[in-house]
């Protein structure tokens, strides 16, 4: 059995110990579709990258030979990228402003597609991290609602150097009084944490793919 299989099966039978019902979005980032077929063959279906060309570039044929596959946006997404981004992702994790949420809208009505939408949110109040703060996310999910994306949920990506759990504590429950069912947090150092704190999906990539270059 190829190492990121395993790797796979041990992080799902830890979490569903916990949430039968998690969906692990496989971060493949920067490795080659060569590390990547392994866990296509053997039927994992959510794949998460952070930039749009490189996406393209390595998916756009996977897409059509494994038609299940859920692609998930999970880095910063820029408006000039967003026609490019709806075409091969199914979620979009990322969304922080009415300007990238109204350009995601009106890519996808160009093509009739649906894409699914988290709103990302600067939990800790990083002025280096993207996501919208807790006073303006009322709003946004109000105008993305009007706008009538297909919002399923919240996403953050807390501190590595502080303990999160307190932050997914929040979290969880913004996504509840705001009425969403998803809720995407938890990586490699953290998703047992995540998990516990009702994620639906963690975005795991050194843990099932080793280390990065």
Same mark, same amino acid.
């Given at each position: 059995?190829?190492?990121?299989?395993?790797?796979?099966?041990?992080?799902?039978?830890?979490?569903?110990?916990?949430?039968?019902?998690?969906?692990?979005?496989?971060?493949?980032?920067?490795?080659?579709?060569?590390?990547?077929?392994?866990?296509?063959?053997?039927?994992?279906?959510?794949?998460?990258?952070?930039?749009?060309?490189?996406?393209?570039?390595?998916?756009?044929?996977?897409?059509?030979?494994?038609?299940?596959?859920?692609?998930?946006?999970?880095?910063?997404?820029?408006?000039?990228?967003?026609?490019?981004?709806?075409?091969?992702?199914?979620?979009?994790?990322?969304?922080? !402003?009415?300007?990238?949420? +109204?350009?995601?809208?009106?890519?996808?009505?160009? *093509?009739?597609?649906?894409?699914? @939408? &988290?709103? =990302?949110?600067?939990?800790?109040?990083?002025?280096?991290?993207?996501?919208?703060?807790?006073?303006?996310?009322?709003?946004?999910?109000?105008?993305?609602?009007?706008?009538?994306?297909?919002?399923?949920?919240?996403?953050?990506?807390?501190?590595?150097?502080?303990?999160?759990?307190?932050?997914?504590?929040?979290?969880?429950?913004?996504?509840?009084?705001?009425?969403?069912?998803?809720?995407?947090?938890?990586? !490699?150092?953290?998703?047992? +944490?995540?998990?516990?704190?009702?994620?639906?999906? *963690?975005?795991?990539?050194?843990? @099932? &793919?080793? =280390?990065?270059?």
């Amino acid at each position: 059995m190829h190492k990121s299989i395993s790797n796979l099966i041990s992080i799902k039978s830890e979490v569903e110990k916990i949430n039968e019902h998690i969906n692990i979005i496989a971060v493949s980032k920067t490795f080659k579709i060569d590390k990547i077929y392994p866990l296509l063959d053997y039927g994992h279906i959510h794949f998460g990258e952070n930039k749009v060309q490189e996406a393209l570039d390595k998916w756009e044929l996977i897409k059509k030979e494994y038609k299940n596959i859920k692609l998930h946006m999970i880095g910063k997404l820029q408006t000039n990228k967003v026609k490019f981004a709806v075409r091969i992702f199914d979620y979009i994790h990322s969304v922080d !402003s009415e300007k990238l949420a +109204k350009k995601i809208s009106d890519e996808q009505n160009k *093509i009739n597609k649906k894409v699914k @939408i &988290f709103i =990302q949110v600067n939990i800790a109040n990083e002025k280096q991290k993207s996501g919208v703060d807790k006073d303006n996310l009322k709003q946004l999910v109000s105008y993305c609602k009007k706008i009538d994306l297909d919002l399923v949920g919240l996403m953050c990506i807390p501190s590595v150097d502080i303990d999160p759990e307190n932050y997914f504590k929040e979290m969880c429950q913004l996504n509840k009084s705001l009425g969403l069912n998803e809720l995407s947090m938890g990586m !490699s150092s953290d998703y047992v +944490k995540a998990v516990k704190c009702f994620a639906t999906f *963690i975005r795991v990539g050194s843990s @099932i &793919f080793g =280390q990065r270059n």
